[in-house]
């Protein structure tokens, strides 16, 4: 198993990123890359506040990794909310565009769709739903924890309300009324998918009871079912922290079909 922390100089964001990978390297893993093959992959997003290595840190997605035989990719955005920002740096076309070519020319990772999952936390959450709703062809199933939803199901209107640039959801969306109105709006997202006619990848949500995401998890889900977007939600005991998120991060490796871990 190897742990890389890989750094780079980003075309799109005109500086240099950094990124943390899983490889698996032996057993299974060395016969399937000595026979020309490539893993299956999983791109982790981190919640807002955090790095490349939150997952690293908060959880044994190395040894799910091992145990299932696929590669992790671990990109840092900051609080950029996976979005190519207002007031910022193109974040979310370095996320869909740069980063998998990047990380399939350096690493033996798959490139198909069937072998390609995204799972994210709170704002990382929000990063893997819209990356998989604005393009549905390159993953076949995606995992949001405690952040599937609308943000001001989440309560964080008011937080448009400050106009500061240094705000960081000011500097994402600029304004209430923008977000609304933008393909950054989930809701939005989901509702064109549908019309578009394209495959949809399978997505499983989920949040604790106790967490302030709760009921704008359970809002998304509903509102998915009804514009006919299929959706899997599950909810237990438990706050927006890695103490719920650990569990969840194996459930979700096990419910894309990577093995029992």
């Not at 190395?62 to 996976?82: D, T």
């Not at 739903?129 to 609308?150: E, N, R």
């Not at 604790?208 to 509102?223: I, N, Q």
Request: aromatic share 14%; net charge negative; proline share 3%.
């Amino acid at each position: 198993m190897a742990v890389i922390q890989l750094e780079f100089l980003s075309q799109i964001l005109g500086e240099v990123i950094n990124v943390s990978a899983v490889i698996p390297t032996s057993g299974s893993g060395r016969e399937l890359v000595e026979n020309g093959d490539r893993f299956k992959v999983i791109y982790l997003l981190h919640g807002g506040g955090d790095d490349s290595n939150a997952f690293l840190r908060n959880t044994g997605i190395e040894r799910y990794s091992e145990q299932g035989n696929f590669a992790v990719i671990m990109p840092e955005v900051r609080n950029s909310y996976y979005c190519d920002m207002r007031y910022g740096l193109r974040f979310f076309t370095y996320l869909s565009e740069e980063l998998p070519r990047v990380t399939e020319n350096l690493f033996p990772i798959s490139g198909r769709r069937d072998d390609h999952f995204v799972l994210g936390y709170s704002m990382g959450a929000q990063g893997a739903i819209k990356w998989a709703l604005k393009k549905p062809g390159f993953f076949s199933a995606v995992a949001g924890l405690s952040g599937i939803g609308d943000l001001e199901d989440f309560g964080f209107g008011d937080r448009f309300e400050n106009r500061d640039p240094a705000c960081a959801f000011i500097a994402a969306y600029k304004s209430l009324e923008d977000y609304r109105n933008s393909s950054e709006n989930v809701k939005h997202l989901a509702a064109e998918l549908v019309k578009s006619g394209k495959e949809i990848p399978r997505i499983f949500s989920c949040c604790g009871t106790e967490d302030f995401a709760f009921e704008g998890c359970v809002k998304f889900a509903e509102y998915a079912k009804q514009v006919g977007i299929p959706i899997t939600f599950e909810a237990g005991p438990g706050e927006h922290t890695f103490a719920f998120w650990e569990y969840w991060v194996r459930y979700a490796v096990q419910w894309f079909g990577l093995g029992e871990v």
